[in-house]
């Protein structure tokens, strides 16, 4: 058992202080076979604690049904903190940006009747309120008061860049303190006054995230709280990706500069990502405050952070390490080698079978609908939306226009493939002539990722939030059909057929297994090995390669299946041992 406490210039635990140095792991960017690679790493490197968000998204994706198994085994990952010698900073939410799908706010919760997001309205209180429980249910053992790893934990995130409601807040930390949360609470929050001012509440020790500039950000807490500690909840060392964008890359001494800085001042640090992993399947995030903008994370969270995305050192993590080194003398501080990758033989794909022969068996809600529902209104978070409408004719030369289409639309008649769209506002319509018999137009809308940060959150609706038109037509009667693609184990292949919108299947053998790195294989689509969902891909780049870790693989048989939206490169896969 352990007491946490708060002093005017640090932590206490147990009656000494602690200055912490702390990284973020997220346990759900992690393959659950490497936490404890992972968690090695964060010891040697010289950190004494790991912070991580909780995703509301992933462990409740239909209201009511929680998951914490398998690699959303939250306990697990805090015991193995613990086991670590390692304290734990918990980030629960309910709302966590983390540039994961949606800012973690799951696609049911946002079309409940009259939510609004992330205030004391009723509906989306009860639903919020309702998932903590059933974290804490989870975590309470773990606490730091009875023996467990857990020292602070967060109330909501960042909610000074989203709004200024101190009721909302004060009643979350309310409802964390009845429900026997006992560790420290505090608040993360830009260092500009208005995200201060907006964020910070009585009752929460309030931390700052900045990259650089630490004196600023500081100074701006410390004069409406200066009887606090200095923290820095977020210590940017690097930066996230969007497609079609250059890799974004910061100096390591830049970094280790401002470490040293902060360290040698007193502060507590969280490095932001010390290892930031992958966005494995569909749980990506995006950006964007007006719909113009919008811009989808790609599958790599790699962060350019010290540990990177397959567990290797870089020189940030060099150059870091020895500056706690200099500051603390931790003895458990070692050298952490690069892994041992290797590059399997290229892989024939042999077997195809179409998406939109299969959409009865990869459907987990099919409805008709007047109007084309979203897919948060068929109830799923993730994946795709299938849409079918018959057309009448005869109809000359005529102009089809998608609008609100989030987010990449790909369009059939009668079972010719018409093309693509792309968050399309029907000024790009398509040109149509419809037999007198009619004909079936068919759109399958792939979900890029719902946007996690801003004022768009939780209204990024998608599948097809507008209309489809013949010209300036509404056409109504769909059959919508959500496809969240979690398994494709019903999926019968037949001869090998590259054609827009197919699952490509291949078979190969391993005698051993290593960490591996996947090239691309076509224009878009994303790729399970064994079942498992490495992500997406899309040759806008930046990158060129899906990582691949080790305990996805088998010694013996794999499989691999390749969903292909547009071309596939060729019928041979390509792995390589670097990332590219």
Known sequence: MSTVNIGKTGFEIDGKKVQLISGAIHYFRVHPGLWDDRLDKAVSFGLNAVETYVPWNLHERHRGRFDFSGGLDLALFLRKIKEHGLHAILRP??????????????????VLPGVELRRTNKPFFEAATD????????????????????????????????????KYLNALRDFYIASGINVPLFTSDGGGDHFLNG?????????????????????????????????????????????????????????????????????SVNFYMFHGGTNFGFTNGANGNTAAEYSPTVTSYDYDAPLSEAGDPTEKFDL?????????????????????????????????????????????????????????QLGETFGFVHYTKH???????????????????????????????????????????????????????????HINYGPLTGRDFKGISGSVALDLQIQLDWLCRALPL???????????????????????????????????PGVKGAVWI?????GRYWNRGPGDTLYIPAPALRRGINEIVVLELEKLNSATLEFTAERD
């Open 131 to 166: 998932y903590l429980s059933a974290v804490f249910k989870q975590v309470r053992p773990l606490l730091a008061a009875g023996g467990g790893p857990i020292i602070a934990m967060q109330v909501e995130n960042e909610y000074g860049s989203y709004s200024h409601d101190k």
């Open 391 to 449: 057309l009448d004719g005869p109809v000359a030369s005529c102009p089809l226009r998608l609008t609100g289409v989030n987010d990449y639309a790909q369009v059939w008649l009668d079972g010719q493939y018409l093309g693509n769209r792309y968050r399309d506002d029907g000024s790009h319509p398509f040109t149509v002539a419809i037999p007198s018999g009619g004909a079936e137009l068919e759109v399958l809308v792939e979900n890029c990722g």
């Open 530 to 534: 064994n079942g498992f969902n490495l």
């Open 199 to 267: 964020g910070m509440i009585d009752g929460c020790l309030a931390c700052v995230n900045f990259g650089s500039h630490h004196q600023d950000a500081f100074t701006a807490r410390r004069s409406r709280r200066p009887d606090e500690p200095d923290f820095c909840m977020e210590f940017w060392d690097g930066w996230f990706d969007h497609w079609g964008e250059e890799h974004h890359a910061r100096p390591g001494s830049e970094v280790a500069d401002e470490l040293s800085a902060m360290l040698k001042a007193g502060a």
């Open 486 to 520: 979690d398994s494709l184990s019903r999926l019968g292949f037949g001869a090998f057929s590259d054609e827009p919108a197919s699952f490509h299947r291949a078979v190969f053998h391993l005698k051993d297994i290593r960490d591996t790195f996947l090239r691309f």
């Open 93 to 110: 939410g309910p709302y966590i940006c983390a540039e994961h799908d949606g800012g973690g706010l799951p696609g049911w919760l946002t």
């Open 320 to 376: 870091c390490q020895e500056i706690i080194r200099r500051h603390t003398r931790n003895v458990r501080i070692a050298t952490v080698l690069a892994g041992h990758r290797f590059a399997p033989p290229p892989v024939q794909l042999s077997a195809s079978v179409k998406l939109r022969d299969n959409l009865d068996k990869l459907a987990s809600a099919a409805e008709r609908s007047v109007t084309p529902k979203t897919q948060e």
